[in-house]
T-cell receptor, first 110, second 117 residues
Framework: GQQLNQSPQSMFIQEGEDVSMNCTSSSIFNTWLWYKQDPGEGPVLLIALYKAGELTSNGRLTAQFGITRKDSFLNISASIPSDVGIYFCAGLLYGQNFVFGPGTRLSVLP | GAVVSQHPSRVICKSGTSVKIECRSL??????MFWYRQFPKQSLMLMATSNEGSKATYEQGVEKDKFLINHASLTLSTLTVTSAHPEDSSFYIC?????????????FGPGTRLTVT
């Protein structure tokens, strides 16, 4: 079945630094989504991307839908302590269910 | 808006007993609800998709007789783990897609942590 890879698996950064993470797949998707999950909570949608090449921002977050439709990246600028959590990418191919990546665990050091 | 609740948030049960988890969409109607399972430090794995008034569709490898799903109304779906065993211990998360929602739209509940002793 379809699988997503996320890198890095985990990262430790200083408060104020920018963060970049990506998600890759061997198959194409029609929609890419980025979620954040806090410990013991359900995921919350951050950004949804609908077409290849699309670049979308949500506050300090920016995400892009790769031209090949097989990848996406998420950037967080000027990180703050509340950015701590697990970031999941998810791909959606029409007519099929979501596929979630394994997540990138972000820790922000004060 | 678009709030999904789950009850209970945590449950501990003895091996061999059954546990019911509720998923409710509080401020919208959901034709479709999804049930996921998440092991520690792992991703979400879709278990089943339930549509109001019809039988759930289970993913490959998920035992339908063990994980009973009922979606009796547009705001409530339940997952019953029957004859639970320690290996069923996990974090169970539901999500709901609004009736008029687009295909990617789903709102997640806060999850239920099940521990089977």
């Amino acid at each position: 079945g379809q699988q997503l890879n996320q890198s890095p698996q985990s990262m430790f950064i200083q408060e104020g630094e920018d963060v970049s993470m990506n998600c890759t797949s061997s198959s194409i998707f029609n929609t890419w989504l980025w979620y954040k999950q806090d410990p013991g909570e359900g995921p919350v949608l951050l950004i949804a991307l609908y077409k290849a090449g699309e670049l979308t921002s949500n506050g300090r977050l920016t995400a892009q839908f790769g031209i090949t439709r097989k990848d996406s990246f998420l950037n967080i600028s000027a990180s703050i302590p509340s950015d701590v959590g697990i970031y999941f990418c998810a791909g959606l191919l029409y007519g099929q269910n979501f596929v979630f990546g394994p997540g990138t665990r972000l820790s922000v050091l004060p | 808006g678009a709030v999904v609740s789950q009850h209970p948030s945590r449950v501990i049960c003895k091996s061999g007993t059954s546990v019911k988890i509720e998923c409710r969409s509080l401020d919208f109607q959901a034709t479709t609800m999804f049930w996921y399972r998440q092991f520690p430090k792992q991703s979400l794995m879709l278990m089943a998709t339930s549509n109001e008034g019809s039988k759930a569709t289970y993913e490959q490898g998920v035992e339908k007789d063990k994980f009973l799903i009922n979606h009796a109304s547009l705001t409530l779906s339940t997952l019953t783990v029957t004859s639970a065993h320690p290996e069923d211990s996990s974090f169970y998360i539901c999500s709901a897609r609004p009736v008029a929602g687009v295909v990617y739209e789903q709102y997640f509940g806060p999850g239920t942590r099940l521990t089977v002793t």
